[in-house]
């Protein structure tokens, strides 16, 4: 199948703004702008049955519906924060195919009559940041980017800004916060950013991979892209696929691909040939699906199904974890990596994170009890739904999964 | 009034203000929802994660809109997760559960995660026992903790934020409170959190550390033991404290505080005041209160406070009984007729001003008040007056400051002036350099020192300033003494009190004129009847004088030889100072913590304050030594009872008809409800139970016909070749007695310094820091230059009470 998000994979140089162009750049850019109101445009992406890519999964041209056009000015956020431990696909579109992204923007602001757009980069991506501006600039020479586009009133600037290396700027309210110039930290919601979001203002803020999908929805239609993926989950996904994998690296496909095709189909199967005992399909976010059948293997990866296993899709970073892998001392990773980044604003995370650490270091160190598993699972669950934004709650889904499913392997180092 | 919304809470009914949060809905009806983070005074931001509660609403159905209806009742949704009640605001129909099994474990939840990384070291700290995180642990926390103890974090527990105040970080739970209040209430954003997850921490932003003169309020609403005064801390356990009622003495706000006092080893047994602490006034001071109020409290307690009367007997001061003293000084007095000249300060009581002019008048003397600031009479016809309130001007209200910069002469009025800006009101700032509440200001005036009363005159022709403040519901002015003396501020009064009078602005609640005094107490003093004299070296001169509460020869090298060349002086104050040193008679006054009284603030508030320690040697009340004087004068004033003087000065002075001091003590409910057992909620403040003081009238309220005099023009001098300008500012950290003696404060008083434009410092070859001797009028002192680019190159700004005697603007040679 086409790539329709990778095409640099299948198009040589279309990181480059005239081949762009030759393979139908910007030309649903210009019929929105000159044909389309900007409501058109939403409902296009509305019916296309789009989700957002960053991990939530909500409807696409729904949040784009919600923007609160009594206030202005408004704002379109891209989510380049790219922070998710095994995820690296809004990289790569950044990289190989970045005016499809960066289109993708501009009609986004388009229909939510946002002259303003900012592309807001994890810190680490300080050289994609400088080729964004690059290619910004050279937007801005062709006629994509400025004053009264295509003849219109319509006006557009783009801006990128690089964040500090803080994963929970990944989080929109903190990424907007960042953006505002302030410490990344998240703000209560509701309000939403559509609501209230920079500066105050009506913002509509996605990630990367939504928003490379615009162009192409809009140039095919959202019949053409429903017939892609699921009922539930419509187009195709990158799924980021890492662990104990032969062929790691990103893979378009379409929703509702099984765990085992991606794995051994695209993936080249595990390494050593050994079996997989769990999958993580939303990085260290995620619940640890236990694959204790063969029939696990075979779910089809969209929103809903996925679910079923007691885990989120998220952002389809898919960790495969293989049968020499001890789940405490996976646990104990992931609960480092929130400790080191819980941003310190609500107890729960800030206190429950650096207990959580202590116990998994101890438990994991061979020198826990039982009660120290009991323990952490307990703090985990007293941790859950009183967080104030997600990455609290994401601490915990790996240990409470990892514990209620794995027991066998804390019980195993406890014992040690 | 405001819409009502009626919601049920722990199954109680209540119906509150449209656009509360569920925590202060819930405050309202008496029940206590624990907080941390939240505090009814700051924007609520949902971090500590203490008031999660159950939050269910009614239903709607989707395709009609109506509640769905089940039993007869709207069926109630309730929300998956717990929710912060902080964060959400009031609706109707609304159900909260906060005490339910669900919000119970999350509270409890909430106090078990801080007391992970709490040290628990409540033996030693300072807030044990009026401490927030202690009684809610003892409420909703686990009886034991399940985190072990060696694997707490360890860190600093000494870290001065600035000199004022000190930083525990072991014992911060990272709410914000502090940063919040600075943000959002002083306006000065100074603190700020370092790092992040665990390791986050509070730190001062500015150069001098924690720059705020705001600072000792976060010591009052920070929940835990993290924020502590370096004067109170290490300094009693909050238990042994008795707490009496007062009223600060620092500046003309009259910001309500409660005195703690115990008994103290360190001061031989005596009882002894050891902290200020705000009581609160919503009309007043809220529950805030500035550093200089807080900490500038010592001078009562002072090694130089005068204990026994004194006469001077062979050039020296000796001991003296009460009889012969008051004789004495009654006799000379006597002998004075129309010589005899009192000159009090606002640092005295309504009734002592009331029994010195009194006594004045009766013998035919001259009565002055001892300030740079004139126009007081004009407060009175149509100063500010019943129904005036900061906290209820917004849209629709104008507000005037001119000649004075706020934030360093009456902190609390900048505060409140600064929310009524952001709630809407038009805030006008005349000053010919910028000062921060200008930050806050709909239109920034700017004019030459000396054009004070013409800026103001200005604001009724057209402009678009003008506009503002004449379409204006209501209007207060402000004005100071920033670069004028007695002449300059009487023909800016005049003009202020000529606008608001002919526009309608007066006799109404939040309208009419406010001084921004240099003491406590001018207001009460003008009220009184006193005025003040332009050329006061002249009208001491060979007189008969009776100082009281001032020190005339320590503040001007002219005063000081006009009382030497006075044929008798009398001088009445509670400390040692260089007037009293070439007095003939030292009469010892009690200091305010020792005694009861009232004081009239700028708004023209008549408040009451109380006795706090015992009375220090044999001094006694200003009113009493008056009337002992009166007394021999053959005068008969009361000198026993203060509440007594307060009636008759109610049947002699129109503004206070109908006051008593019972009615004085009268106080209403206020909101927020802070200062009882829940002091998480407001802080350490203190809850009103003695007064919430009553405004005096104003010929404007009272419907007299009102003439006001025409605005006269002041000759500013015109500084020669080489020669500046030199205009007297006001500092609020300063060398006056009442603020020396704290020695907390000596870094913030600093040196006397003279402010430069840069381009004049370097025409005369000066740099910054370098030492000068500033010449004026054949005299001169010494300062320390600062260059500042927002003032005329043709100035320099004295700070006045600094050690160099510029009262009004006069032109100066600076040298190196």
Redo the contacts between chains.
Sequence with gaps: MAQILLRHREIPDINKLPVYKKNGGFAAFKNAVTKMKPAEVTEVVKNSGLRGRGGAGFPTGMKWSFIDNKNWPHYVVANADESEPGTFKDREIMEGNPFQFLEGVAIASYAVGANVAYVYLRGEFWELAASLDEKIAEMEEAGYLGDKLFGTNYSLRMYTHLGAG?Y?CGEETALLESLEGK?GQPR?RPPFPPAVGLYGKPTVINNVETFANVPMILANGAEWYKTMGTADSAGVKIFSLSGRVRKPGNYELPFGTTFRDLIYKHGGGVQDSRTVKAIMPAGASSSLILVDNDKILDTPMDYATVRTLGADLGSASVIVVDDTVPMDWLVNKTVHFF??????????C??????MS?LTERIHGGHGSKADVD?LLN?AK??Q????CALGEFSTMAVVSGIERFRQDFDHAVKA | MSKQVTLTIDGKQVTVPEGLNVVDAAKMAGIDIPVFCHHPKLEPVGMCRMCLVEVGRPMRDRATGQFVIENGAPKIQFMPKLETACTNKVEEGMVVLTQNEKATAGQKGTVEFLLTSHPLDCPICDKGGECPLQNLTMAHGPGQSRFIYDEKMHLDKQVPLGELIYLDRERCIQCARCIRFQDEIAGDSVLGFDERGRTMQIVSLSDPGFDSVFSGNTTDICPVGALTTADFRFGARPWELDASPSICTQCPVGCNTTLNTRREAKAGGEIVVKRVMPRQNEEVNEIWLCDKGRFAYHYAESKQRLSKPMIRKDKKLARASWDAATKLAAEKFLKAKKDFVVLASGRLSNEDLFNLKTLADHAGGKSYLYSHMAGGELTTLVGVSAGTNFGTMGKGTAIVVVASDLYQEAPIWYLRVKQAAKRGATLIVLNPRKTKLDRYASFSVRYDYGGEAKAVHDLTKKSKASDALMKAENAVILYGSEGVGVAGSQSLATACAKLLNENGFTGRPNNGLIGVWERANDQGAWEMGFTVEDDLAKALKGKSVYVVGADPVNDDPKLAKALAEAKFVAVQDVMETATTEIADVVLPAQAFTEREGTLTSGERRVQRFYPAVPVTGDAKPDFAITAQIARNMGVILEGTSVSVVFDLLVETVKSFEGLNYAKLAEVREQFPIVGRGDMYYGGTTYENKHGLGVHLSSAATRGERLSIPRVQKEAVPHPKEKELLAVPVNKLYHRGTTVVSAELLHERIGDASVSLHPDAAQRLGLRAGQTVSVNFNGTSGQAVVKLDDTIDEGVALVPRSMGIAIRAPVAVKVKA
Aim: glycine letters at 10%; charged letters at 25%.
């Design positions: 803080a929970i410490r209560v400790k080191h980044e819980s941003c310190g604003k609500c107890t729960p800030r206190e429950g994170t650096y207990w202590h323990l703090v007293q941790m739904g009183k967080c104030l």
